[in-house]
């Protein structure tokens, strides 16, 4: 079993920056895809990006690519959401999730789930 916590979730102006952190329980984190999506009630959670078990391999939706980054410190069985430049649109939870899968973006591919944090950009 693997819990997720999410946490850096805010209120920011648009254009400005947030870095949202999962922080994952299990001792082999570093064998796990993880991925970011997000979700505005009652739209379907929506793929943001994810990251391979080894950070090697990344994937992005076109609507957060040059401006998102993904990342991960497995020695602090953590993974990274960097967000710049956002956008008013960007307003979400924002949950994250993991997966022995390669980084994949439909999320019934994805087996663990954290509770989400909110995300809320200003116009």
């Known amino acids: 079993q693997v819990q997720l916590v999410e946490s850096g979730g805010g209120l920011v102006q648009a254009g400005g920056s947030l870095r949202l952190s999962c922080a994952a329980s299990t001792l082999t984190f570093s064998r796990y895809s993880v991925g970011w999506f997000r979700q505005v009630p009652p739209k379907e959670r929506e793929f943001v990006a994810a990251i391979s078990w080894g950070g090697g391999n990344t994937v992005y939706a076109d609507s957060v690519k040059g401006r998102f980054t993904i990342s991960r410190d497995n020695a602090k069985n953590t993974v990274y959401l960097q967000m710049n430049s956002l956008k008013p649109e960007d307003t979400a939870v924002y949950y994250c999730?993991?997966?022995?899968?390669?980084?994949?973006?439909?999320?019934?591919?994805?087996?663990?789930w954290g509770q989400g944090t909110q995300v809320s950009v200003s116009s």
């Open positions: 999730a993991a997966t022995l899968r390669s980084p994949v973006v439909s999320a019934h591919d994805y087996n663990y």
